[in-house]
Structures are given as C-alpha cells and as structure tokens.
C-alpha cells in the first residue's frame, strides 16, 4: 500500500510543481481517491461522520447492474443464434462470445466518452471528479439495442452528459436521467438504429442485405410484435399465438429480443432485491411504479379488444424495458420526487403512464423511457405540492396559535 | 405528557465515560470565550492586570449593555486573547485560587417581581446560562417565553449522565426550578426518561415529560417540536440540568459559582470518567491525570455538535463534556478499511455498511475522516430517517443556502438549531456541512426578522 500511496502523492508532487499543470489535478484525484479513501479530516460541524461516501453507493449501484450486464451479454449471444441459426450447435461459451463481442465495447465506448467529458469540465471548472457517470456510464449500453452503431453510443453518450447534466451543474443537479437522455436522444435523432424489427438482433441487418437469413427468420422484439395488433397488419394472429411465441417464462427469464440489459425480469429482481437490501433505492419508487403500471395494464385488460390489450397485466410488465427501468431508471435518486410522499406518486405516474403510452401509442414501442422522463420533470412538481401542504399545516398552525 | 421518537440514531462509540467521578487540578488559568455565543459582538468592560472576583462582569453584550458575562474564579485579568481583525477571542483570568465572591448576599427571589428577578439574573452573570429558540442564542430579556424547556438527559454520543452527575442534588436543582418558574408564564418542562433518577422525577414546579427513543430524543429542539411547537413570533427558553444548578446555587448561597461535572470520553484517553471542574477551566487542567495518544483531537462537547481546542485552550461555556478522539488523517485503502470494504468495524447508519445486521450493542471506532468527499446532494430521503421533526430538512437546507428567507420561515426554521441538524450532517452521503448552513441560516433571519 505504502508503495501505491508514493505513486500518488509523486503523482501529485510533479503536477503541483508547475502552475501550467495544476489544473489536470482532477485526473490524479480521481484515480487516487478511488484507490485510497481520502485523508480529509472534518474541519466543520460534526467531527465524526457516517463510512457511507458516494463513491460506496454508485459502485453498489453497478453492482447491482451485474447480473442484467451478464445476461445480457449471454442474451445477445443467445439471440444471434436463435434468430440468425445454428442454435442447436452453439455452445453457451459461443454464445457469450458473440455477446462480448457486441456489449464489451458498448461499455468501454460509454465509459470513455462519458469520464472524458467528465475530466474535460472538471479540469475547466476545477473541481474533482464527481462519481455520477460511474451508473449511468452502465446504464447506457445496457439500454441500447444490440446492433447500434459504436460512434452513435459515443455521440449519445456525450450529448447526454453535456446537455443532460453537466450544462445544469453536474452530478445531482440534473433534471432528466442522463442515460435516458441518452436513449431518448438517440431514439429520436437515429429512429432507424433504436427501433424497428432489424436492431434487436446482433448481425441480423448484415444478413438480410447480404440474404442470408434464414426463412421466417424475425428480429422484431416482444414489443415490436404487440404493437403490430394495432395497425393493419398484426404480425401474429391473436394474444394466444403471442403467449406461445413468448412465454411468460421466456420474458420473465429474459430470453427474448430486446434492449441489452431490459429483457431478464428476474435479473432486474436480483439488481432490484441488492438495491433494497443495501437501503440504495426507494422501495417507494419500485412500488409504487410497480402498482402504477399493474394498474395502467388492468384498465387496458378490462378494455380488451385486441390481441394487446388482452394481454395478462402481469405478462405485459415482464417485457420491454418496465422491470429495467423500475429498479434502475426510476430510483434515480436525483431525477426522482425527493419527498417520501411525492416518491409515491411519481412511481406510480411512471409507470402508469409507461403502459399507457407503450400500448395505446404504437409509435412508440418503449413507453418506459419517454414515461420516466415525464415523471423526472413532473418529480419537482410533485414534491412542490407535498411541501406546500407541510407549509400549509404549519401557518395553519400559526393562526390558531 | 408522553412522547415517543422513531426517527434517529444511536451512534455507538468506543470510550464511553466511567461512572467514576474524578477531581480535576484546580484550574490556574480561566477563561470566558465570546465564540461560545453566537451571534454576541462583546465589549469589554476589564483590562489586563485588573483585579476580579468571582462574578465580576468581564464583558458584555455591546447591543445589549444589561447582559454581561463574568469571571468564574478571583484573581487578575490575565490576557485578551485577540484574533484577525482584533476580534477579542478570549479573556483569560490568573485564578488566585481562592475564589472571592463579589457578592454572597442570600436574596427571597419570591418576594422579587419578574423583572427585579431578571435585573438581578443578569447583574450576577447567570443570564447568559438562558438560552432561547428560535435562533439559539442567549435569552432576551425583553421577552416573555411561552415555556422553559430542560432536557434532562443527553442522547449524544459519550454525552454525560446526568442522573449520575445530580444524583442526591435535589435541593440546588429545585432551588434552580423555582427561579425559572417565575420567569415564565406558562410552565417549565423537564423532560425525563422512565429510569431517570429522582432528582428529575420528583422535581417540582415542573411538567415532566416522558420521552421514549433514540437521539436526537435528548435535544431540546426535537422535545419542543413534539411538546409545545415555536410558531413565527413566539419564544421558548432552555437551560442544562447543571446550569440549573449553578442557578440553583446562587439562589441559596449568592454566590456565583460555577461548579460542574463533565464526562471525559473518547478512545484515545486512557480512562474515560466524569471530572469535577469549573465553568472555563482550562482543558490542560482537565485533561492533567490522563493519558492521551498522539495525534488525537480534543473536542469540547461531543463529537457530534463540540469544539475542536488545543490542549491550551478552555473548556466551553455551554458544554458538559470533552471527547478526546483519533485524528483521520490518513489514508484508506479502499479495498482493506476504505469505501469499497467489507466494513464490518465502520458505523454507518445506511444499509450499504453491515452495521444494521450487527448486534446493536456493538461499538464502534471512530475517527475523524470525513469518510469521502464533499457532493452536491444526490441521495433523498436519508435526513429524514434521523430527523424527527414535521420538517423537510433538505428543502430547508436549500432555502437557506439560497438566502430566501420566505420559503426559510415556511419551512420552519423557527423550529430548529443546527445541533438538530447534527444527526443529518453525520449520515450525510455527500459530506455536506449542514450545521453551519443552518446558524447561517439563522443569523441572517435573526438579522432580518427578530
């Protein structure tokens, strides 16, 4: 440790020697205190102070990101295979190396066009590197499509930082989720690479220019194919043929095409069951958006009507992106309702209207995004009337006083 | 009354005082430190090498000439300690050890009426023992306080035991109550716990009220809140169980005399144990028969709301306790002790930590690493888990860092004293300074609204 430490403080010794190069503080800064907690004492207020740093709660957050990381990658694999053939051949070890192939770099691009904007501001306002693009940095790749272009990850990524958090203030003062921004940016700038039926599927667009695909070979995901019974031509026939081609346990599991990290339920849980354990998300925003589309999804149950609509509540909120945006997009501590009262409500408005626009406005398969950004702006909103009432009570208080 | 709080912390901290009263040296050197109160500008009323007794005036407040502060011990004006500015820091007294009295005339404080009462509190020095919310600061005199609060027990951490300081003192402590309820209209509340020991159970000319829960159930703030809540406009005094001693004192014998226990504490002092002292001693003389490690901070008060001082400076007007804790300045590895550990020897009070799955009764080391790096808020939600007040403290904290003094009295800054805020600022993930924010806060609408 001692021989770690001198690296450091050299480090920091050589860049204070000149006046031109001790701006790039930031740069040591960061690697250092990642490496060793800082030797900062308190020199204000209380002399002791909680082990909690926020370093701690956005690496549990990554954490927490590892087990959809790791399916997604075997996912990405999985559905090379299955839709492009050769399933019965591959191997599982086959199947995570196509999915390396694809997510890896998706991640190394995120992180490093993200830390590079965050080095570049924090070298020009002189502060040290603040940790909120460590989640977010996760967060993007995961919720971007198999086959997206690498330069559109890098692009969506600086956008999102930039205009999304950094031009606000930086970590804790944005409005929108970064990485949904980034989703959303790319979404509309580049519709054809974020939607539509040859994205899901990595290789998928190579091979239906070069023809090889094989017949009735499709790289619609779950949404792609519900959303369909609301135009002319539905690409299944009816609910019942939609359950046999994915099943509630296949959407549950996660074996379905879709955004990288969304499509495994039941890994999201897992991510979801650390979060609550370690105290790091609001169990009231999970709840209540959890509740909120349940909710939105019976109503359109009860309407019926068509092969969407009949779809069983509980299925529906088991594919796209809903579970993967409850558990990681929604409890955005920053973008969420910061009152407890108001944590209830803006969960429940996410995900009410996340079914609500999923199902009824067929342009737009992956309600989820578009609802959570909603309810980051409506979040200030919300806890505006929840303190106006704790206001209220108190000079009500006064007068009767 | 009965009141329970849910929301708080008990922090667990190795060191925790002895039940073992010691007598410490006799202090050679005194002193009266003006930072003690804040929001006071003192003017001096003694020189160096003037003589003084014990309840001599030293300085008084130079906006409010009738408040004045004086020696706790005979002898000579010894320094004006002055910092930047000439902002006078300390007046130091040479003690002769005999403790003269300036005055030891037994006065029928009930044949008094309330305002010869006061004259008399603030002609003996004792006034200043009179604390009032909102704004925490020294009573007004030209006020009339809906009620007297007195907590008498300290949730801090290795904050003193009062009912073993005051055990068998029943009759300073009732003599103390009996001023205080003549300087109110309405009643003086004591708050107890259910083993609190009979000198505050059975106390009379008081309301007692039962108080359940972890800290801050120990702060008088949170106890009012819950009690009798400050509205904009109205007043409430509070005053420590010892400080109602010392009044209780003058009241039977005249004298000024500033006598009290406090709890040494800490991990780095060899034997944590309650000290016999004088208000304004100085720490050297407390701090004589122990031992204390290198490299160890001496906070007068507790770790939570105290005073960092040097060994050569003194113990402070309003506190009942040194807490000797280790220095945390060096570095962590982050794997092995440092942010991403397994931590089952780090307090926190966040789930992230193993504390929560640890048997409650463990304690733990501190020392003074901030444990991070200062943030812009990002995590919601965590103040409100150990402030047990109907306030929302983050949105405060923003009121008050943005100077909106409306959206500050709406919020309920009436209702607060940074010491309130010490919990929050303790489990705060982005290592914010809240108590300061909040006697900014303070000051400016003292400045601007009172």
New interface residues.
Partial sequence: ?KF??KIFDNAHATLNKKESTKKFFPLVDAID??????????N??????????????M??VIIALIPCLLFGIYNTGYQHYRVLGGLDDATWLDMVGVGSLVVLPMVVVSYGAGLLVEFVFAIINGH?V???FLVSGMLIPLCMPADVPLWMVAVATIFAVVIGKEVF?????NILNVALTARAFLFFAHPTKMSGNEVWVTGYGDAKLANMLPDGASGATALGDLASFMQDTPALENTQAFQAKYSFMDSFMGLIPGSIGETSALMCLIGAALLL????A?WRVIFSFFIGGFVMATILNLVGGNGYFDLPAIHQLMIGGFMFGMVFMATD??T?????AG?FVYGFLGGFLGILIRMVNPAYPEGIMLAILIANVFAPLI?HVV?QT??N???K??KT? | MKITIKKGLDIKMKGVSDKVMAEANLSKLFAIKPSDFPNLTPKLLVKEGDKVKCGSPVFCDKYNDVVTFVSPASGVVDKVVRGEKRRILAITILSDGKFTQLNSKVKDFSKLDRSELKSDLLKSGLWPLLRMRPIDIIARPEDNPKSIFISSFDTNPLSPDYNFIMHNKSAEFSAGLEILSLLTDGVVNLQIRKSSDEVFSKAKNVQTNFVKGPHPAGNVGVQMHKIDPINKGEVVWYINPQDVMILGRYSLTGAYDANKVISLGGENTDSPKYVKTISGSSIESILDDSIIKDNSRIISGNPLTGQKVEKDSFLGFYHHQLSILPEGDDYKFFLSEGWLSLGFNRFSASKSYPTWLLPKSKTYQFDTNLNGEERSFVVSGQYEKVFPFDIYPVQLIKSIITNDIEKMEYLGIYEVSPEDFALCEFVCTSKINVQSIVREGLDLVYKECM
């Avoid at chain 1, 205190?33 to 308190?42: D, K, M, S, W």
């Avoid at chain 1, 203030?169 to 003062?173: N, R, V």
């Fill in positions: 440790m770690l430490r205190t990642l490496v060793f907690t800082p030797n900062h004492v308190t204000k207020g209380a002399h002791i102070r909680d082990a909690i740093d926020l370093k701690r709660t690496m549990l040290t603040h940790e909120g203030g930086g970590t804790g003062m354990w370690t105290g790091i609001s501590p920053v969420a309702a910061h009152t407890n944590k806890d303190i704790n206001i009570k108190r000079l208080r006064l006083a």
